[in-house]
């Protein structure tokens, strides 16, 4: 076994023991910790791609003594070493990116906490991703949604403290359906691994037997993790959860909480359920239905809202909706467009987040639309990055959103029956889109007669730019050299099965 | 169908607590009574798995009296996972009965609608 092989488990081991180093440390100390860490993280799965690619398999590490039926491991394939990279990167950046706003907002004394806190979400997330046991991803599954939980609330005022109970209560309503499918899928398989269990599921789905049960468990893990990622009708605590925390929080909840649990339920379908037995299953048509559903009224409500910051958050409803109609077409190819959606939404999202508060920040801090007219002049930085970000969103080639939706396209004319209405919802959902992203681009670009309030000087925010740069640089490559990633998607989706 | 449903009535009860406190943390207003919601579901998928770990005539997997044959006891599986979702349990609940006292001390109530129309017009 080579060294590499250890990469995945060290990096979760890592991130846990700096949690716990730095709930002891100053503020100044707990950052450069969480910098070093997210950092080394991400070099070492960088490390594990490129070691995945060059043997071209994936590779099991046993944690513990005890092998395959008993123990518990840990699996990495091109796909799960990507999206750690991919997660570390955006968590850099964003934290760079909202760092100024964090010490203003944030009292002084617990702005180490919220250190503590990130480590334990990037373990978490990490575990997410590598695991190979069912109950390690809901043990895991639950420390994420605590983590996310302290990150809506460490800005402390009425506001956070409700979204933050808001979204305990849906994420706990996710996690009890998720842990009742996991003990019947138990208590039908007799396993914990998913490879076991995938094993056993396709016996059970060739004898014909137990056809309710599976039925059931896979209705139980869909919705469950549904609802923790806020598929449409289950939204309602995002708006605020995204709207009011930190600028940081927001940004990383919208670009990696949810979308850690949409990999979790791809991992499910691919290595535990099994494409065909899912795909027969019809849960793949409720999932297609609720995402077309979502888009549109994730739009729809996103127009209604003054509020730039909740708009974004209501952008984010009709975003998942789209992955998730990806995942309902039931094809390879949509399959594919999904996790491509999932890496175009985190880059831009967080962008848009960032790019957001420096607007507002000019603006008095109100952040209704009539006080963010010109802004972008007094903010050039963050008008261009929100500029960027919205074209990206509306689906302008160059940028990633671009690709995606025409990787969602794609899959949905080779399906027959989803085609007519997938292409027409992706039709009006990109006009809804581009409605109220272009609204507020020309809004920052109206000028103002009198200068309410003063600009700000490019000194007072290197890291800040540099942090948007960076994401305008990760969406332009996202849309121009698509392929490449394209082939990397689907190289890890073959090594899945 | 009916038959089975019978005999394992174990599991049927569960179920039953499950739909219960999923109903009581979903549609409740008061804060607290969301909290013990959240606790029957999570108890109900204990006693699921405990209903279905247990073989009759075996005991738990200690060994006593020197006796080491496999047929004597039960897997000790789905008890380990019963003590793992009890920990997360009770952390859970610990979060959220913090978050509840944070909001009872600014609000003066534990219903959550009430304190999101106050929170509109405070229009914060």
């Not at chain 1, 990037?122 to 639950?142: G, K, R, W």
């Not at chain 2, 001390?105 to 304190?115: G, K």
Request: proline share 2%.
């Amino acid at each position: 076994m080579g060294l590499i092989q250890n990469f995945p488990a060290v990096s979760i081991l890592l991130c846990l023991f700096a949690g716990i180093i730095s709930s002891g440390l100053k503020k100044q100390a707990a950052r450069y910790v969480n910098t070093i860490l997210i950092s080394g993280v991400g070099f070492l799965s960088l490390c594990t791609l490129m070691y995945i690619l060059e043997t071209g398999e994936a590779f099991v590490y046993v944690m513990g003594k005890f092998p395959a039926p008993w123990g518990n491991e840990i699996r990495a394939g091109v796909l799960e070493a990507f999206m750690a990279l991919f997660f570390c990167i955006i968590m850099l950046l964003s934290l760079a990116g909202g760092r100024k706003k964090l010490a203003d907002e944030v009292e002084d004394g617990k702005t180490f906490l919220y250190y503590v806190l990130m480590d334990l979400l990037l373990a978490s997330l990490l575990a997410l991703v590598y695991t190979n046991d069912l109950f390690t991803a809901y043990v895991f599954v639950e420390i994420n949604t605590i983590a996310a939980c302290g990150l809506i609330m460490i800005r402390q005022n009425g506001r956070t403290i409700e979204a933050a109970a808001r979204y305990m209560i849906m994420s706990l309503l996710g996690s009890g359906l998720l842990l009742m499918g996991l003990c019947i899928l138990y208590d039908l398989t007799g396993h914990l691994l998913m490879s076991n269990i995938k094993e056993q599921m396709g016996w059970i789905y060739l004898s014909g037997q137990y056809k309710m049960p599976a039925l059931v468990t896979i209705a139980l893990l869909s919705v469950g993790l549904a609802i923790k990622s806020a598929l449409f009708p289950f939204h309602a605590w995002l708006p605020d959860a995204y709207g009011y925390s930190t600028v940081s929080s927001a940004a990383i909840l919208s670009s990696l909480v949810s979308k850690g649990y949409i990999f979790l339920l791809i991992k499910i379908i691919y290595r535990v359920i099994g494409f065909e037995v899912f795909y027969e299953s019809r849960i793949v048509d409720v999932l297609f239905a609720f995402g077309l559903m979502g888009m549109i009224f994730g739009s729809i409500s996103a127009i209604r809202e003054n509020d730039v910051r909740r708009m974004i958050a209501f952008s984010s409803v009709a975003q998942i909706g789209y992955i998730y109609m990806g995942i309902g077409m039931g094809t390879q190819a949509g399959m594919e467009a999904s996790i491509f959606h999932i890496l175009s939404h985190a880059a831009t999202k967080s962008l848009l987040f960032i790019a957001a508060i420096g607007l507002t920040d000019v603006s008095g801090g109100s952040r209704q639309f009539i006080e963010l007219t010109g802004s972008a002049y007094r903010n050039k930085w963050a008008g261009v990055a929100f500029t960027v970000g919205s074209l990206s969103m509306v689906g302008v080639p160059l940028f990633s959103g671009f690709i995606s939706k025409l990787l969602f396209a794609q899959a949905a004319v080779q399906n027959d029956v989803k085609m007519l209405p997938a292409l027409i919802v992706l039709g009006i959902s990109t006009i809804l889109n581009a409605i109220y992203f272009m609204k507020t681009v020309i809004r920052i670009y109206t000028p103002v007669e009198e200068h309410k309030y003063e600009s700000i000087a490019f000194k007072n925010m290197k890291l800040y730019v540099a942090a948007l740069l960076c994401f305008i640089i990760l969406n332009v490559v996202l849309g121009v050299s698509s392929q490449p990633i394209v082939d990397l998607i689907g190289q890890g989706l073959a090594m899945f099965s | 169908m009916g038959a089975n449903l019978f005999s394992n009535y174990g599991e049927a009860v569960a179920m039953i607590l499950f739909g219960i406190g999923f109903g009581n943390l979903l549609l409740q207003n008061n804060l607290i009574k969301k909290i013990i919601g959240l606790n029957i579901m999570d108890t109900a998928i204990y006693l699921f798995l405990a209903e279905k770990g247990y073989i009759e005539n075996r005991v738990a997997p200690i060994v006593t009296n020197g006796v080491q044959s496999m047929e004597a006891y039960i897997n000790p599986i789905p008890s380990g996972l019963v003590l793992t979702g009890i920990v997360v349990s009770v952390s859970v609940s610990a979060l959220m009965l913090s978050i509840t006292i944070r909001l009872y001390q600014r609000y003066q109530t534990l219903d959550l609608d009430e304190i999101s129309t106050r929170l509109k017009k405070e229009g914060l």
